[in-house]
């Protein structure tokens, strides 16, 4: 039988595997880089068609990817109940809320609120998944969100202006944070690139629905060229490559800090968005790298390099 796709044990007890700090580099790079071409997309295009070609692209490629490790696409009996559940609030609500908040706001800007979800899935782990929240954790919790404060402050006005851009992409973090644990909480009988297959599969049904019923699939005849090879980056290295990575990294690394590892990506969100899209860039950016870079290794270095510890914190 396949091994689990997530442990549901707290890896805390062990070094950090190397593996995941690789994983969570790329995803800061390949997803931060996306909410510029999310932007591209969804200038062009209809959300809801946007988020379909996403999906099917997302799921059809994993799945093309599993069947060529031999691996078997039947669901186990015993998971189809919770991988709909978590479909929906991991990948539905991350999804549709992501790509509405992205009409009403900047790229750059949008990626701060969307990556408040640290916060609130180092909340839901120590709840309900038992994890330690230990005072590196903590420290370095502190720093990233403050980073994002710093980002966020310029914008307290014009978010005030359309509230409802900050709504559905603070909704996208509370939703992305849940899914987050109950990944991490539930026992799956599925290889992480079934599990990523699956989830993306499932939880892309209502939107391909509303794509059909609600949605405008011919604007795909109005994307111009920067549009078009946004939605070809999106639809396929982060629907694809940075999914599977997510959930392995969730596999790896206890949830809280797992979720404290993406805090890097929303600052290449906004140096991205700065070069592609010319959205202003200025010095507190550059204190919030800073910052988030301070953050990240006290949480995942700093560890192994104290005296006598050979251990996370």
């Known amino acids: 039988m396949a091994q689990p796709a997530l442990s549901t044990t707290d890896p805390a007890s062990e070094r950090l595997p190397r593996q995941g700090f690789f994983l969570l580099a790329s995803l800061a790079l390949f997803w931060g880089t996306n909410w510029p071409a999310m932007k591209l997309a969804v200038l062009d295009m209809d959300p809801w068609t946007f988020r379909a070609i996403c999906f099917v692209a997302g799921a059809g490629g994993l799945m093309l990817v599993a069947r060529a490790r031999g691996l078997s696409l039947r669901i186990p009996r015993g998971d189809l109940g919770p991988l709909i559940l978590t479909a929906f609030i991991n990948v539905t609500c991350w999804q549709v809320f992501s790509a509405f908040g992205l009409t009403l706001m900047a790229a750059g800007r949008a990626s701060i609120i969307a990556f408040t979800m640290p916060l609130w899935a180092s909340i839901l782990s120590v709840i309900f998944l038992r994890e330690r929240m230990t005072a590196l954790r903590v420290v370095g919790l502190a720093l990233g969100l403050t980073a994002l404060a710093i980002l966020l402050i310029p914008e307290f006005g014009r978010i005030g202006g359309t509230p409802w851009g900050a709504a559905m992409m603070l909704a996208a973090a509370v939703s992305w944070a849940a899914g987050t644990v109950m990944l991490k909480a539930i ?13 993306l599969a499932i939880g892309g049904l209502p939107v391909i629905a509303a794509a059909l019923l609600v949605g405008r699939p ?40 797992a979720a404290i590892g993406t805090l890097s990506i929303p600052v290449v969100g906004v140096f991205s968005s700065a070069l592609i899209l010319d959205e202003p860039l200025a010095g507190a950016d550059l204190l919030a790298l800073a910052l988030v870079v301070t953050g990240l290794f006290i949480v995942l270095v700093l560890p192994s390099l104290l005296p006598g510890r050979s251990r996370p914190a």
């Open 187 to 199: 026992p799956w009988r599925m290889e992480t690139v079934q599990l990523a297959a699956w989830q």
């Open 218 to 257: 011919s604007s795909v005849l109005d994307l111009s060229t920067p549009g078009a090879l946004g939605v070809i980056y999106a639809a396929l290295i982060p629907m694809i490559y940075c999914h599977w990575a997510w959930f392995r990294i969730v596999a790896l690394f206890p949830a809280n800090i």
